[in-house]
């Protein structure tokens, strides 16, 4: 019984001097966890932030080219009109040289 309680009493001091190890362990490991979850939340800001980016190059190309689309929508619009006048006077020379 004593050979039992000695041994039993040992492998609690063995176990007890292991607590130290094994909290610094906990400590190290926590410590790599909560950086790893810090990076991961920084990828995804980063991710964020370069969508963001793209949007508003998107919205500074539109800008610029708000006011040549309503050119191009006002020289379309008029085309027709300078193609008329430019047939007229296709008519008006063949007809001058007949």
């Not at 964020?48 to 006002?74: F, G, R, Y």
Request: hydrophobic share 30%; glycine share 4%; proline share 3%.
């Amino acid at each position: 019984m004593n050979e039992k309680l000695g041994t039993i009493q040992h492998t609690i001091k063995k176990k007890e001097q292991s607590v130290p190890d094994v909290k610094n362990q906990v400590r190290h490991l926590q410590n790599q966890y909560n950086e790893i979850t810090e990076l991961r939340d920084l990828g995804k800001k980063v991710s964020l932030l370069k969508d963001e980016l793209i949007w508003s190059k998107v919205e500074e190309i539109e800008e610029e080219l708000n006011p040549i689309q309503k050119n191009l929508t006002k020289l379309n619009d008029s085309l027709p009109q300078f193609q008329e006048k430019i047939a007229r006077e296709q008519v008006g020379i063949f007809t001058t040289k007949c």
